[in-house]
């Protein structure tokens, strides 16, 4: 034991001034009184009857301290040495040391701020808790809080946004440092989009049968720490330098974003842990408290309602307030602007298995005060009992619109593919409601459209243009004989399956992407694009990437034409998104008394019952805007095979509506995914040809 606490005195005077919280290793806790030269350490470890921690005082010399009080599961005391940057972890007081100190897997700190990664000889790595100085240069730079109603979400991955960038120095490449680049920080910013959501940057590691494969997992949706950041998307330099160097790069590269007006919204995965099923080795939680952390039937088999070999369980107050305190870590200590909860459900169990929306963890996020304003979206399914919970979040959560997602591919590539097998391909009822918002879906639980995120691909499936290329999937390179993924993607090869030199089916697909992202993009609600989507990127029909880390799912940034032409729409979609809502009241679309939606059919009458449930009826017109606004827009989409000729709405269609101004009004065309002229001006009452398999958008 360290000098400073090794007389019966001095460890009396540590016992006193030794708090149970806050968890984890602090050098300083209010209220209490200070000894020079330690820290406070607590550890919640009800399955063991003492605990001893391990550290490393310098390189290779390590020591050792008993924490001396324990209270209610939470071993706590002073401990003396344990510097900035030094390694430790934790181990059983009654259970032999199976070798020297950092030889074998001491058990890790749930809070620990830094982990270290070793790889031994034998492939098996070994991980070691770092206490890491939260220090940072802020500057002015803080949350944005950018509105809801004003957000565009771009979900990336650290690593595969800037690999392959030609722009970024090479060490940057992949890293942090890479995504605060300036080069990459310009691109997001004129793209349009107000968030980067980044897949978890939370420390993880391989799965063992990755492992075995000899492949990554590249998503990281394996969690081993909830306070760390993940070391290898660090540069070298920064991995060299240590865990100090890795976090403050981590904070660089948020604030870099928040200067250029861009939030940061963080993927987390609190469901499960990288420990695995139960015959992994303990690393962290299982060791401590096996039967607190985790869910388990009957039998003390794992409940798992992940997939991912078990679950822990939200039933557990430390175990809330182990996500409590990480969520309040990554807001206050790294200025983080909200959080994508991976299979949200699962934290909302009760003791029975129950998903509750009033679960103590939702009403304890409701009230926490460090997380008020921040954005909260779910993830809301998982694999349980009663799993899929879409629209049931209560107010203050967004959630992950999976029925807006099926909708958009049902309508514009299964529907596609029917009419041109000779059969039906839908009505335009359904796409009317994904248009909407989704609004009856959220109106239960009293929320509005912008409780709903709508997305039509995420990193788990096919991006937009394999959407459009691919029929079945093609996950050979997983090592799973292409077990793995889903195999009912909703998706339209448009007759040839992958790649083809066949220009006209290549015109196709490419129209066929435009269409869905002027449908996500122009929807109410809250749109998510997947990075790479806005310039054609393919992974060549796998629809389960999570472990390649290769140039299949990085972003190729040497364009073709599809692919510039995809990214110009993109930001012209996005830019008459925001002179849109710039000209509506503050309150549109949150306040029905303020959104306005007028639907017509393609005689530019309004639509009648019968005509949204006729399946041979492809065409609807919306006409989007407020009573109080200063701009309103047409939306006007043609699925079926063949050019069409509307008729746009004149003042005796928008009668009563508070839609028109004067009876001159008129349509100005300014974009179409066909290819049309844009600028033309289009009288209410007199006729335009919407071409096939297209979307326009007017001025209105």
Known sequence: MADLISTPQGQAAARRVSRPFPLGVRNSVPGVDELPGTVN??????????????????????????????????????????????????????????????????????????????QPSDGVPLFFSVHVDPSFDWGSSRQLYTPWRDTVIYEAHVRGQTMLHPDIPEELRGTYAGMAHPVMVNYLRELGITAVELLPVHFHTEEAHLRELNLPNYWGYNTLGFFAPHTSYATKAAQAAGPKAVQDEVKTMIKSLHEAGLEVILDVVYNHTAEGTKDQPALSWRGLGDEQYYRHDGEGRYLDTTGCGNTLDFSQPRVIQMALDSLRHWVQDYQVDGFRFDLAPALCRDADGHFDRRHPFLVAVAADPVLHGIKLIAEPWDIGPDGWQTGNFP??????????????????????????????????ARIAGSLAGSADMFAGSGR?????????????????ADLTAYESKHNEANGEDNRDGSSENRSYNHGVEGPTDDGEIKARR????????????????????????????????NNNSYCQDSPLTWLDWDLDDNGRRMLETTRTLLRLRREFLAWQPYRFPADAKEA????????????????WEDPNSRVVQLLVGSRNGMLRGMLVLNGSLQDVEITLPDARALEGSGAVRDENHSYELLLSTADRTTGATVRGGEKDVLPANSVSLYRA
């Not at 912008?450 to 499936?461: E, F, P, W």
């Not at 639907?599 to 530019?604: H, T």
């Open 41 to 118: 350490v607590s550890i919640y470890a009800p399955g063991l009857s003492g605990v001893e921690i391990h550290f490393e005082k310098a390189p290779g010399q390590w020591a050792s301290a008993r924490l001396g009080e324990s209270v209610a599961g939470i071993h706590h005391g002073r401990v003396a040495g344990l510097s900035y940057g030094s390694r430790y972890g934790f181990w059983p007081a009654d259970k032999e040391l199976p070798g020297r100190p950092g030889s074998f897997q001491l058990l890790l700190d749930p809070y620990g701020r830094g982990i270290d990664e070793v």
């Open 395 to 428: 107010p203050g959560w967004a959630e992950w619109n999976d029925r807006f997602r099926d909708t958009a591919r049902d309508f514009w590539l299964r529907g596609q593919a029917a009419l041109n097998a000779g059969g039906t391909g839908g009505s335009v």
């Open 510 to 541: 490419a129209q066929s992407a435009r269409n869905i992202m002027t449908t996500l993009l122009m929807s109410l609600g809250v749109p998510m694009l997947t990075a790479g989507d806005e310039i054609g990127r393919s992974q060549q029909g």
């Open 448 to 464: 509005t459209a912008l409780s709903s995120i709508n997305m039509v691909t995420a990193h788990d499936g096919f991006t937009l």
């Open 596 to 611: 306005s939606l007028l639907w017509f059919d393609a005689d530019g009458q309004p639509m009648a019952l019968d005509r």
